[in-house]
């Protein structure tokens, strides 16, 4: 590169510019490359062309200050690398598209109801006997069956209608023997 190239590119010569941006546009490529490469995350040649164009309209504002020019073109690098790098940290990442499934817990309506109901059946199991009581309990709340008759005896449907009874009187309002 020509020494006095930048200085020719500062003072607005389009052909200098020209020249200029050809020089630098490789090793502008390649470091915007060794530094996005990692991320993944933004077209690398997209901001090198940002990196050009900033060069570019930063050129009439540069003055010499007996630093290095390449020091001036890789700091703007250095700019347009990290705002690339803050906006893909920002930017969404893609997610599947999830199926819309009903939820299967109960929810809050559900809870107190099944409470309320849980209460009402306490209230009513503590009003039976205690032996139909814990004959309802043992088959209904921890889920284990009926005592099976031995076999060919079935019960009859006195019996079955007898034990019934008091859970029906219960649920209707009515007081139990």
Do not use: N
Not at 86 to 99: I, K, N, Y
Not at 104 to 126: D, Q, Y
């Amino acid at each position: 590169m020509r020494p006095d190239l930048h200085a020719l590119a500062a003072q607005g010569r389009q052909d200098a510019i020209e020249a200029l941006l050809r020089q630098l546009r490789p090793a502008i490529v390649r470091y915007v490359w060794a530094r996005l490469a990692r991320t993944g995350s933004q077209d690398e040649d997209d901001v090198a062309q940002e990196v050009c164009l900033a060069l570019w309209s930063a050129l009439p504002s540069y003055r010499d200050m007996g630093r290095p020019f390449g020091s001036f073109v890789f700091a703007i690098a250095a700019h347009k690398v990290a705002d690339a790098v803050r906006g893909a940290a920002r930017s969404p990442l893609p997610v599947p598209v999830l199926p819309d499934l009903p939820d299967r817990c109960p929810g809050p309506e559900e809870t107190v109801v099944a409470g309320v109901e849980a209460r009402r059946v306490r209230i009513l199991l503590a009003r039976l006997p205690v032996r139909r009581g814990h004959g309802i309990r043992s088959r209904h709340v921890t889920r284990r069956g009926p005592r099976r008759p031995a076999p060919g005896a079935a019960p009859a449907a006195r019996a079955r209608r007898r034990r019934a009874e008091p859970v029906t009187a219960l649920a209707a309002g009515e007081p139990t023997s």
